[in-house]
């Protein structure tokens, strides 16, 4: 089946540093990926689409500034966390579009700041 | 985007089915219905998904009401293994999906 990776899978980082967090489709090609973030337990909420080659969207109350999302390829989009503080502190999961109406989602990633 | 509601918890004793329910009232025509299953720390896992036709495969069965406003997800064969949290969400294409707030699903032996 299509797989979904992250990395890394966990990162704990200093208040004020950026961090980066990648999705790789491994076996296929995502035109579209999708950045999640899960806080402690409560649901997975969806902070922004990523399309290959244009501007990502963001949902309602996310800061593009702050969230920095980058897709060059057609299987690897990027998250930035600029200028981390300890409210970003979370899960952060991406998800591909395959071929579909099916998404597939990576591990995730767990984001401490300090 | 539709609003999902799922509830927080429920019990199932092992080796029977077990019926997950979905409310999603206000979904839109073109938005599909999935389910996942999360294990703690864990990315959600791909459980089925469907428009309008019931759907089954080799981990579960989807029953999609006629008017799409619930849906039910049938394990039928619940193992230890199969207790997680349980997501219901809806969306689609080239849309995000929306989550509802996850069913806790806890096989008894």
């Known amino acids: 089946g299509a797989v979904v990776s992250q990395h890394p899978s966990w990162v704990i980082c200093k208040s004020g540093t950026s961090v980066k967090i990648e999705c790789r489709s491994l076996?296929?090609?995502?035109?579209?990926m999708f950045w999640y973030r899960q806080f402690p337990k409560q649901s997975l909420m969806l902070m922004a689409t990523s399309n290959e080659g244009s501007k990502a969207t963001y949902e309602q109350g996310v800061e593009k500034d702050k969230f920095l999302i980058n897709h060059a390829s057609l299987t690897l989009s990027t998250l930035t966390v600029t200028s981390a503080h300890p409210e970003d502190s979370s899960f952060y999961i991406c998800s591909a579009l395959g071929g579909g109406a099916e998404q597939f989602f990576g591990p995730g990633t767990r984001l401490t700041v300090l | 985007d539709a609003k999902t509601t799922q509830p927080p918890s429920m019990d199932c004793a092992e080796g029977r089915a077990a019926n997950l329910p979905c409310n999603h009232s206000?979904?839109?025509?073109?938005?599909?219905v999935y389910w996942y299953r999360q294990i703690h720390s864990q990315g959600p896992q791909y459980i089925i998904h469907g428009l309008k036709n019931n759907e089954t495969n080799e981990m579960a069965s989807l029953i999609i009401t006629e008017d799409r406003k619930s849906s039910t997800l049938i394990l039928p064969h619940a193992t230890l293994r199969d207790t997680a949290v349980y997501y219901c969400a809806s969306g689609g294409g080239a849309d995000g999906l929306t989550f509802g707030k996850g069913t806790h699903l806890i096989i008894q032996p």
């Open positions: 206000t979904i839109s025509g073109n938005e599909y």
């Open positions: 076996d296929f090609q995502a035109t579209t």
